[in-house]
């Protein structure tokens, strides 16, 4: 059974930092790429970032580009999300996901297991 638990997030004020981790178990974690989503109240889960099984192939929502960076620890079973330059817009619960394919990489239905969600919350 895939497990993903993502932890890191809380309150900061904007233009503050936060660093998000997302520890998985459950199956080989270097042969999986894994996404970060956040969905906000009242809106549809967006995408924030990707990264592929080797770490060579990243991507970045425009929203967060140049402020957000993704990385991995395949020796760690981990994926991080450092998050500068915080804005009152990027408030959301912060979901980490494993790739399952099949559908574009910044679409949900391209993973197949979840994290709980880690709330960040950025005051301004």
């Known amino acids: 059974q895939v497990q993903l638990v993502e932890s890191g997030g809380g309150l900061v004020q904007a233009g503050g930092s936060l660093r998000l981790s997302c520890a998985a178990s459950g199956r080989t974690f270097s042969n999986y790429a894994m996404g970060w989503f956040r969905q906000a109240p009242g809106k549809e889960r967006e995408f924030v970032s990707f990264i592929s099984s080797s770490g060579g192939s990243i991507y970045y929502a425009d929203s967060v580009k140049g402020r957000f960076t993704i990385s991995r620890d395949n020796a760690k079973n981990t994926v991080y999300l450092q998050m500068n330059s915080l804005k009152p817009e990027d408030t959301a619960v912060y979901y980490c996901?494993?790739?399952?394919?099949?559908?574009?990489?910044?679409?949900?239905?391209?993973?197949?297991?979840w994290g709980q969600g880690t709330q960040v919350t950025v005051s301004s």
């Open positions: 996901a494993q790739r399952s394919g099949g559908y574009r990489y910044y679409t949900p239905r391209g993973y197949d297991y």
